[in-house]
T-cell receptor
């Protein structure tokens, strides 16, 4: 079974703090993704990575950065948290799409509240 | 870019069939997916269909794809209370490589 884990289920931070969200997958997937989910807006892609040390911006990268030092781990960093970054953050991983359907497998999510 | 649309809400009686609909805009979609999200959880992949197929069945789930109308549906037979969740459809197009485009989700409420 594919397993994607996220470091926290719930997180409360203060405005201006630096926040790290960690994601680990155990299926040797090449691709990893960070999304945020907000009511009425569905899932929006923040950043993704298709290899170690590689990253690409998604649809809403402003205010975020990412790090992928190891294949199994993808970190999302909020450099200076703001209240409008209060959201559910979802991590996902997938195999390289040349090898099949490219379905993404999701972690349980981290609900972040910025006060 | 690709745009994926779903209706917001569906109410169904336990034991009936549910049909969740999705439309997409890009005819170069290669794979289309259905995910389920239970309260407070991540997304769980239910099934997917390759664009050269019209139908795929997996136990209580039937996926229908109408490429001409760019319409995807998920039918759940004998709907149970445990099927209450948000259902997302997603599309992968060649030009987007590894990325998926998700619809806004359909909240399904199953009434006893």
């Amino acid at each position: 079974d594919v397993k994607v884990t996220q470091s926290s289920r719930y997180l409360v931070k203060r405005t201006g703090e630096k926040v790290f969200l960690e994601c680990v997958q155990d299926m040797d997937h090449e691709n990893m993704f960070w999304y945020r989910q907000d009511p009425g807006l569905g899932l929006r892609l923040i950043y993704f990575s298709y290899d170690v040390k590689m990253k690409e911006k998604g649809d809403i990268p402003e205010g975020y950065s990412v790090s992928r030092e190891k294949k199994e781990r993808f970190s999302l960093i909020l450099e200076s948290a703001s209240t409008n970054q209060t959201s559910m953050y979802l991590c996902a991983s997938s195999k390289w799409t040349g090898q099949g359907a490219g379905e993404q497998f999701f972690g349980p999510g981290t609900r972040l509240t910025v006060l | 870019g690709e745009d994926v649309e779903q209706s917001l809400f569906l109410s169904v009686r336990e034991g009936d069939s549910s049909v969740i609909n999705c439309t997409y805009t890009d005819s170069s979609s290669t794979y289309l997916y259905w995910y389920k999200q239970e309260p407070g959880a991540g997304l769980q992949l239910l099934t997917y269909i390759f664009s050269n197929m019209d139908m795929k069945q997996d136990q209580r789930l039937t996926v229908l794809l109408n490429k001409k109308d760019k319409h995807l549906s998920l039918r759940i037979a004998d709907t149970q209370t445990g099927d209450s969740a948000i259902y997302f459809c997603a599309s992968r197009i060649k030009a987007a490589g590894n990325k998926l485009t998700f619809g806004g989700g359909t909240r399904v409420l199953v009434k006893p």
